[in-house]
T-cell receptor, first 111, second 115 residues
Framework: DAKTTQPPSMDCAEGRAANLPCNHS???????VYWYRQIHSQGPQYIIHGLKNNETNEMASLIITEDRKSSTLILPHATLRDTAVYYC????????????FGQGTTLQVKP | EAQVTQNPRYLITVTGKKLTVTCSQNMNHEYMSWYRQDPGLGLRQIYY???????DKGDVPEGYKVSRKEKRNFPLILESPSPNQTSLYFC??????????????FGPGTRLTVL
């Protein structure tokens, strides 16, 4: 699975959009970009994933650059409950199923 | 509601006393896995199972056993727990189809302390 690079921390004002970047310059053609988050010590929560097209669901949007070397997770209207560690993971679906969580980005949403 | 459940959520035990942490999923998922999370080390995979009666070691299997007799259950067994197994444990499951729907869903975690 390709390696990812994320900033260690970010702040966001409540109600504003939170844009979390991820670099994955060694991504291969069949690898998907997944985003998870972990709130305090709860179980990691799946947010969204995509291959090359932009994706949107009820939680977030995922923007993947045309060359697929980077992506951005967008939380359109961040709330205090979105304060968490966000992980960007690149992998082939299946593939022994193991998720490799890096250090992630700690997002602090402030009132 | 689709979910992964774990029991117990918290457990304090003593060295050498066998224990089992249960994991159950109601999504008819083929794939299940156990992770442990330790400060500074992130989540590390202990064991995984691609289907009933099919299990394999992850990155840190020493001191642990698993079984997969039914699709929905994947218990983690510590035959003789030691203090270095004090950790936060997560069970996860996914369809295992290897396609774009193959996302993992995690349980709430079990915080284990071995004295």
């Amino acid at each position: 699975d390709a390696k990812t690079t994320q900033p260690p921390s970010m702040d966001c004002a409540e109600g504003r959009a939170a844009n979390l970047p991820c670099n994955h310059s060694t991504i291969s053609g069949n690898e998907y970009v997944y985003w998870y988050r972990q709130i305090h010590s709860q179980g990691p929560q799946y947010i969204i994933h995509g291959l090359k097209n932009n994706e949107t669901n009820e939680m977030a949007s995922l923007i993947i650059t045309e060359d697929r070397k980077s992506s951005t997770l967008i939380l359109p209207h961040a709330t205090l409950r979105d304060t968490a560690v966000y992980y960007c993971i690149v992998r082939v679906p299946g593939n022994t199923g193991k998720l490799i969580f890096g250090q992630g980005t700690t997002l602090q949403v402030k009132p | 509601e689709a979910q992964v459940t774990q029991n117990p959520r918290y457990l304090i035990t003593v060295t050498g006393k066998k224990l089992t942490v249960t994991c159950s999923q109601n999504m008819n998922h083929e794939y299940m896995s156990w992770y442990r999370q330790d400060p500074g080390l992130g989540l590390r995979q202990i064991y995984y199972s691609m289907n009933v009666e099919v299990t394999d070691k992850g990155d840190v299997p020493e001191g642990y056993k698993v079984s997969r007799k039914e699709k929905r259950n994947f218990p983690l067994i510590l035959e003789s727990p030691s203090p270095n197994q004090t950790s936060l444990y997560f069970c996860a499951s996914s369809s295992g189809l290897g396609d774009s729907t193959d996302t993992q869903y995690f349980g709430p975690g079990t915080r284990l302390t071995v004295l």
